[in-house]
C-alpha cells in the first residue's frame, strides 16, 4: 500500500504534502525532524492531518501532484471538511486504520466523475 498524505505544524499553518509506501515511518521522522534535505518550515510539520491509500505507487504520486498544483485555500478547504478540527491522526495510527476501506483512495475516473 502507498499513502498521500499531509502533515502541518498547526491549523491553518504550513502544509507537507507527501508520499509514501511506509507512512509510519514517514510520520515518525516528521514528529523527530529527522528528515535531510528538507526546507525547515516542512520540517515543523509534525502533525499528521490526512492521508489516503493507494494501490499504487504511481497514483499515491498522482495525488501528491494534484494536491502541491491546487491552490492553497482549496487544499485548505478540504481539510476542514475531512479534519474539521485539525486534529493529528498520528497518535491512532495502527495497522487497521492504514488499511481501512474508507482511507483509499477513489480518482475522479473510478468514481464516474
Known sequence: MHYTFIMTNRPKGTLYIGESDDLLTAVTRHASG????????????????????HETRESALKRQ??????NRSQVIKTLRVLNPKWADLAPELTAESLTDPARDFQSAEAAGA
Not at 501532484?65 to 491546487?70: R, T
Open 34 to 53: 529527522n528528515l535531510k534535505g528538507l526546507a525547515p518550515k516542512h520540517k515543523a510539520c509534525t502533525q499528521l492531518v490526512w492521508f489516503e491509500a
Open 65 to 70: 501532484e494534484e494536491l502541491l498544483a491546487a
